[in-house]
């Protein structure tokens, strides 16, 4: 059993809320592209009967909005799993079937948003600190969607997105895991700072987060995530390689860009 503060219970609530009121006038271009990648993917993969992982982010929102439109409307019965505080939030306020993996630990999909997507379906994930737990939920489940918008489409890691590669870390090794990853590889690491509090970001699991700028001159993805992840105090990386089975990428004209393995 998991309990949370009431205050992380109000501040989810108040950004629902907050979103809501967002996207009930007339959908932002970015915004249309997330709902759409997010709808089509949940129609292409969600059948009655599953078992499902629930991911985090923005996009994801609009993938549990249709989960819960096709459970309504459809009679589905899915139990969802979720990856973070967040979408555990999610499944819970539009009243779907809440699963763990302690109960089931085979999913039968994982859907999820992402960072960046590079040409070989490698992804950044991370920026919202839920990377570890988004792995294993991933990793359980037979197939791994994506769901993202247009600016996450990459032809290499770095294109677009800047913010650096996240790696969680166990509290007292960030220091020597920023300078052993410096000494391998190059680039900068930088330990995740909070925006509202003082201090470090924390994540679900009370660690820390180096976000690693890495040089652009990197290509063998698999072996640097094995090499980073054998370093001592490191819990998990944001590299998700060879993992994701299907992406999808809503477009600014309407349509949906659809990526295969």
Request: net charge positive; aromatic share 8%.
């Amino acid at each position: 059993m998991i309990f949370y503060r009431r205050l992380h219970l109000n501040t989810v609530s108040c950004v629902l809320k907050n979103f809501n009121s967002k996207v009930s006038s007339p959908m932002a271009p970015i915004e249309e592209s997330k709902r759409r990648a997010a709808y089509q993917a949940v129609d292409d993969f969600v059948k009655d009967g599953m078992k499902l992982g629930i991911g985090s982010g923005s996009t994801i929102v609009y993938a549990v909005q249709r989960i819960a439109e096709k459970v309504k409307n459809e009679g589905l019965k899915v139990i969802c799993v979720p990856t973070s505080f967040q979408a555990h939030q999610l499944v819970v306020s539009n009243n779907l079937q809440l699963g763990n993996l302690e109960l089931h630990s085979e999913l039968d999909v994982a859907i999820d948003g992402a960072d960046e997507v590079d040409s070989n379906m490698t992804l950044i994930k991370g920026g919202g600190g839920c990377q570890t737990q988004e792995k294993i939920v991933a990793s359980c489940a037979n197939k791994f969607v994506i769901v993202a918008d247009y600016k996450k489409d990459s032809k290499y890691l770095g294109e677009q997105y800047k913010k650096g590669i996240p790696v969680e870390v166990i509290p007292m090794a960030y220091a020597p895991v920023s300078n052993r990853i410096k000494k391998l590889f190059g680039g900068q690491a930088q330990l995740r700072m909070a925006q509202m509090k003082a201090g470090p970001v924390v994540t679900d699991n009370g660690n820390f987060i180096i976000d690693w700028l890495f040089p652009n001159d990197i290509s063998d993805w698999n072996s640097v995530n094995n090499e980073i992840k054998m370093l001592a105090g490191v819990v998990e990386t944001g590299l998700f390689v060879g993992m994701a089975n299907t992406v999808y990428f809503g477009l600014p004209d309407g349509t949906v860009k659809v990526l295969r393995s």
